[in-house]
Structures are given as structure tokens and as C-alpha cells.
């Protein structure tokens, strides 16, 4: 269960560890002090872990090699390439599609086919032609012999699930293993664990990655993420494109909002519903408000839109209904 408020104004012992990695701010907050170190480490193996089985930026990755060798039939992988792929496929199936882990060709024709810091400065090319991506319901599972199979030329672009992931993992590992209250963000996408009395303070910017947040609330648990078009987005020979895709038409999606936050029972459901609103648009309110996820929008004009109990009084707002976001109603 997810729980959020606005901030209270305690001040337990933390101590924290800021780096950056995949071309994003990495950050780990333990409420014991002495054990910082671990949790570093521990956050620094799961992230190797993450980043070997699901980059498409690495030729030597296990996501790499699947697509390397699809051509319909079944290819064994790794169980975290297996386990990052099952989780894409659930946040398609939980947003009818608007989620879609095969929209990696699309983001090549796009230009986006390395890491981002060396896209960020503009890339050759011209807009293609609209045309819908492969389809998550195209890639088949087998749980029994860790098979995927879909077909040749799927690229898959596990981004919008596989660094959520990772902060559910490495705060579950944190926990667990050293006794602590943890908080781990990767890009602005949290996950805490046994918060301490009160939550971990965070803010939240009307622009994704901009450090003058005007918005602070207090997690107690679950997870919160942002998704935005502001820190990813580059040109495409003279054309404005950025990261978010439309899965019916291989596009940027068309902007309505400029930045959604969502709080979810895990930093994987928060992710999933706040990308969703982005290719949702105009519907984005009514379908998170449908799965009684508190939740903040930003317009681009900067207006600011509020849901289903997103807080703005002193009392904690519970993520209602313990299961997560895939045990609620899905339909648009």
C-alpha cells in the first residue's frame, strides 16, 4: 500500500548517497547512518543486475541478445531478463496498451538508439511516417522454460518499467538486509521501505528534474514517480521529438501534460500509471482517479490538477485497496 501527505515538520537521523547513473540522478537514503555504505553497495549490485539484462544500449545485454535471435520461436533468457519482461507485459495489459514495451524500433527511428547523453545534443534523420509498433500481445512468455519468443525485429525498450523496478528491488534489498528505512530514487522514480515516523520528505517539480520543487509531500510507503517531457528531448534532424511514444502511431506522444505524479503501492505501479497519462492525455484524470491513485498533473500552461486524494491537508492519504494497480479495474 502506497501512503503519502504533505510533510511533517521531524527530523529523523538520515544519511544519504547522491550519484548519477543512466543518465540520471541516483539517490539512497537510509534511516541508519551506519550502514550507508552497504546500501550503496547493494544498490550499486542491483542496478549491474538491472542494467545487464534489460539495457538496449548494450550490445553484450541479455535483452540484446534476445533480439539479436527472435524470429518467433521461443529463445531462453536469463530469469531477470524473464522477470523484467513480465513486468512490461503487465503494465501494457494494466494500461490496455498504453504502456508498450515494443516501441524500441520506434524510439530508433526517432533517434534514440543509445544511451540518451549522447542523443541529447541532436541526432541526423528526419520524422518517419506514423506506423503502430509491433504490440506487447505479439511477445509470448513461458514461465515454465524462461522462454520468451516474438517476433523478428522486435526491438523491446523496457525503460518505462525496468528503472522502477530496479528501485523496488533495491529497496527491498536494502530493507531486508541491513534493518532499515530506505528511500532509493532513480530519476526521480522512489521507492521506501519502513519510512521512518512522519515519511521521507520529498519535493515535486512542476518540470521533471528541476531542483526548485514548489510541492513537498511526506512518503510513508509504496512508491511515487514523475514522468515528463521535459528532460528528455532532442531533435531529430529539425524535428522536436522526445521519449514518450505513442504506441498506435510509433510517435512522441502529443503533449497535454508537461509533468504527472503518481503514487502507487510500488514504484513500478506509480511509473506505469504516470507514463500511461502521458499517452492517455486529455483522459489521464478520470482514469487515475477510476484507480484511486493520488495523483498530480502539471499542463503545460502550468495549471496544476489534483485526484483521488492527492494530499493537501495534514493527514496521510492511503493508496486505497491493498493489492496493486493490476487488481483494479483497467478500462478506459
Same mark, same amino acid.
Given at each position: 500500500?502506497?501512503?503519502?501527505? %504533505?510533510?511533517?515538520?521531524?527530523?529523523?537521523?538520515?544519511?544519504?548517497?547522491? !550519484?548519477?547513473?543512466?543518465?540520471?540522478?541516483?539517490?539512497?537514503?537510509?534511516?541508519?547512518?551506519?550502514?550507508?555504505?552497504?546500501?550503496?553497495?547493494?544498490?550499486?549490485?542491483?542496478?549491474?543486475?538491472?542494467?545487464?539484462?534489460?539495457? +538496449?544500449?548494450?550490445?553484450?545485454?541479455?535483452?540484446?541478445?534476445?533480439? +539479436?535471435?527472435?524470429?518467433?520461436?521461443?529463445?531462453?533468457?536469463?530469469?531477470?531478463?524473464?522477470?523484467?519482461?513480465?513486468?512490461?507485459?503487465?503494465?501494457?495489459?494494466?494500461?490496455?496498451?498504453?504502456?508498450?514495451?515494443?516501441?524500441?524500433?520506434?524510439?530508433?527511428?526517432?533517434?534514440?538508439?543509445?544511451?540518451?547523453?549522447?542523443?541529447?545534443?541532436?541526432?541526423?534523420?528526419?520524422?518517419?511516417?506514423?506506423?503502430?509498433?509491433?504490440?506487447?500481445?505479439?511477445?509470448?512468455?513461458?514461465?515454465?522454460?524462461?522462454?520468451?519468443?516474438?517476433?523478428?525485429?522486435?526491438?523491446?525498450?523496457?525503460?518505462?518499467?525496468?528503472?522502477?523496478?530496479?528501485?523496488?528491488?533495491? @529497496?527491498?534489498?536494502?530493507?531486508?538486509?541491513?534493518?532499515?528505512?530506505?528511500?532509493?530514487?532513480?530519476?526521480?522514480?522512489?521507492?521506501?521501505?519502513?519510512?521512518?515516523?512522519?515519511?521521507?520528505?520529498?519535493?515535486?517539480?512542476?518540470?521533471?528534474?528541476?531542483?526548485?520543487?514548489? =510541492?513537498?509531500?511526506?512518503?510513508?510507503?509504496?512508491?511515487?514517480?514523475?514522468?515528463?517531457?521535459?528532460?528528455?528531448?532532442?531533435?531529430?534532424?529539425?524535428? %522536436?521529438?522526445?521519449?514518450?511514444?505513442?504506441? !498506435?502511431?510509433?510517435?512522441?506522444?502529443?503533449?497535454?501534460?508537461?509533468?504527472?505524479?503518481? =503514487?502507487? @503501492?510500488?514504484?513500478?505501479?506509480?511509473?506505469?500509471?504516470?507514463?500511461?497519462?502521458?499517452?492517455?492525455?486529455?483522459?489521464?484524470?478520470?482514469?487515475?482517479?477510476?484507480?484511486?491513485?493520488?495523483?498530480?498533473?502539471?499542463?503545460?500552461?502550468?495549471?496544476?490538477?489534483?485526484?483521488?486524494?492527492?494530499?493537501?491537508? %495534514?493527514?496521510?492519504? =492511503?493508496?486505497?485497496?491493498?493489492?496493486?494497480?493490476?487488481?483494479?479495474?483497467?478500462?478506459?
Amino acid at each position: 500500500m502506497s501512503r503519502i501527505a %504533505p510533510p511533517i515538520d521531524r527530523s529523523p537521523q538520515l544519511a544519504a548517497h547522491r !550519484t548519477t547513473r543512466w543518465s540520471t540522478r541516483i539517490e539512497v537514503v537510509v534511516t541508519d547512518p551506519t550502514v550507508v555504505i552497504a546500501a550503496i553497495q547493494i544498490l550499486d549490485a542491483e542496478l549491474d543486475r538491472i542494467e545487464v539484462a534489460a539495457s +538496449r544500449f548494450r550490445e553484450d545485454s541479455d535483452v540484446s541478445r534476445l533480439q +539479436r535471435a527472435a524470429d518467433g520461436s521461443p529463445v531462453t533468457v536469463t530469469r531477470d531478463l524473464y522477470d523484467a519482461i513480465d513486468i512490461a507485459l503487465r503494465a501494457a495489459a494494466m494500461t490496455e496498451g498504453a504502456v508498450d514495451p515494443t516501441v524500441g524500433a520506434a524510439m530508433c527511428r526517432l533517434g534514440y538508439d543509445q544511451d540518451f547523453a549522447r542523443v541529447s545534443g541532436g541526432v541526423d534523420g528526419t520524422l518517419p511516417a506514423a506506423c503502430p509498433v509491433t504490440g506487447w500481445q505479439s511477445v509470448a512468455l513461458d514461465p515454465i522454460n524462461l522462454t520468451v519468443a516474438m517476433p523478428a525485429g522486435t526491438i523491446l525498450d523496457l525503460g518505462a518499467t525496468a528503472k522502477a523496478w530496479a528501485a523496488d528491488r533495491s @529497496a527491498d534489498a536494502i530493507s531486508s538486509r541491513l534493518g532499515c528505512g530506505v528511500l532509493v530514487s532513480l530519476g526521480g522514480d522512489l521507492a521506501v521501505r519502513s519510512a521512518p515516523d512522519g515519511g521521507f520528505v520529498v519535493g515535486v517539480a512542476d518540470i521533471c528534474g528541476d531542483p526548485d520543487a514548489p =510541492a513537498a509531500v511526506s512518503i510513508v510507503s509504496g512508491g511515487l514517480a514523475s514522468s515528463g517531457i521535459a528532460n528528455r528531448h532532442w531533435l531529430l534532424g529539425d524535428a %522536436p521529438v522526445h521519449h514518450v511514444v505513442d504506441p !498506435t502511431t510509433g510517435l512522441p506522444v502529443t503533449p497535454c501534460w508537461r509533468t504527472v505524479t503518481v =503514487a502507487g @503501492a510500488s514504484c513500478v505501479d506509480a511509473n506505469t500509471a504516470s507514463t500511461a497519462s502521458l499517452v492517455l492525455g486529455a483522459q489521464a484524470p478520470a482514469w487515475l482517479e477510476a484507480r484511486s491513485l493520488p495523483s498530480r498533473l502539471v499542463a503545460l500552461d502550468g495549471s496544476v490538477v489534483t485526484v483521488a486524494g492527492w494530499p493537501d491537508d %495534514p493527514q496521510p492519504v =492511503a493508496h486505497p485497496g491493498d493489492p496493486d494497480i493490476s487488481e483494479q479495474d483497467t478500462s478506459r
